[in-house]
């Protein structure tokens, strides 16, 4: 097969003047490079395109894939993880991951948690801020904390997302108006532990790939795991597998999920436990990242003994399971 790779790479944007942690989402050369060598490893030819505007050419130049293999973040705008799949839905070419109305849902946390809400599933209370104006006093008990609605990557999370009274909820509040354009949400702050799920699959064939606990090394490291803690993962986070059966419950709410917004061939699901110990929704990553050596969902697939080709063919024999009917499944 021809396939085509969309990503976004950190480095034009670097150069463009972005900070580190604006680029944060976008990956680095090895991914699309690990990805491709992966591809060709199952016999197929491989074509690096790069961001949406190199796709938007080629495609007008009349270049065709048989599928395209999408980890495209998206620069502009809370759908921007969506540019890319709907594109291609519009040439009917088939790619990998989701559509983009699970990708623009999944992206801001708001909408992703009303309907995990809707559904019955847990998540914590919540609201969001669209502006600079507090909610009324009261709405929700305090510890709060506070993050970007539509960001990722650890964005805009830090030692002061927790806040405790009033006072720096408005503080925090503003700090952040004033750094990300995308609406805030606060939630309450869940004191238990931390899981990250992957999911393989789509639909009924989806299931758990396994589960990490995620913890700081540092008891009371209160930077949660936010942007620097993920940039220095190796000396500040212990990533510990979890047998499945140990935790049944987070395992189960990480695949109704996935289903629940119809993410396709894989996505990671973060979780945390409330003071009870029960198993919270946090948000969803239907594009989660794929770095051969950094990324949870690569971390997680070698802890159940899964070399990287292994984990990308999974990924790969989903999206083309899904191929058959594919531009009417999608219209
Ligand atoms: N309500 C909460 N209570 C306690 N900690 C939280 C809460 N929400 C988020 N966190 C902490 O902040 C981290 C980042 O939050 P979240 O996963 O929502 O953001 P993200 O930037 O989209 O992450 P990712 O890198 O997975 O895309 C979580 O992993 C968790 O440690
Ligand atoms: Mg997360």
Redesign the pocket.
């Given at each position: 097969m021809r396939i085509g790779l969309t990503y976004d790479l950190r480095e034009p944007y670097l150069a463009a003047g972005l900070t580190e942690e604006e680029t944060a989402e976008f990956d680095r050369p090895e991914t699309p490079a690990a990805i491709s060598e992966a591809l060709r490893g199952f016999g197929h030819e491989t074509v690096t395109i790069g961001s949406l505007p190199a796709l938007v050419d080629a495609l007008a130049r009349g270049e065709r894939y048989d599928l395209v293999f999408n980890i495209a973040e998206g620069l502009r705008g809370t759908a921007r993880e969506s540019q890319v799949p709907a594109l291609l839905d519009a040439y009917g070419i088939p790619y990998t991951f989701s559509g983009p109305l699970t990708l623009a849902l999944a992206l801001h946390?708001g909408y992703a948690k009303r309907i995990v809400r809707d559904a019955g599933l847990p998540t914590?209370p919540f609201f969001v801020v669209a502006d600079c104006e507090l909610p009324a006093p009261d709405l929700l008990d305090y510890p709060l904390?506070v993050?970007p609605a539509a960001?990722?990557?650890?964005?805009g999370?830090g030692p002061g997302?927790r806040v405790d009274d009033r006072a720096s909820l408005k503080e925090r509040i503003q700090a952040l108006r004033t750094r990300f354009r995308s609406p805030l949400l606060v939630?309450?702050?869940?004191p238990g532990r931390?899981f990250t799920v992957g999911i393989l699959g789509s639909a009924s064939c989806a299931r758990v790939l396994g589960i990490l606990e995620i913890d700081a090394k540092a008891p009371g490291d209160r930077a949660?795991?936010?942007f620097l803690a993920?940039e220095e993962y190796d000396t500040r986070i212990d990533y510990r597998p979890v047998p499945v059966d140990h935790e049944p419950f987070v395992a189960e709410l990480a695949l109704a999920v996935h289903r629940l917004l119809e993410c396709d061939d894989a996505s990671r699901v973060?979780i945390?436990l409330d003071g009870q110990g029960r198993p919270l929704f946090?948000?969803i990553?239907p594009l989660a990242g794929l770095h051969p050596i950094r990324s949870d969902l690569v971390i997680l697939a070698s802890a159940q003994g899964w070399s990287y080709p292994t984990l990308i063919g999974a990924i790969l024999e989903s999206a083309l399971s899904r191929t058959v009917g594919h531009a009417s499944s999608r219209s």
């Open positions: 946390k914590a904390f993050k960001e990722g990557s650890g964005m999370i997302s939630e309450h702050y869940l931390e949660a795991y936010g993920k973060d945390r946090l948000e990553n």
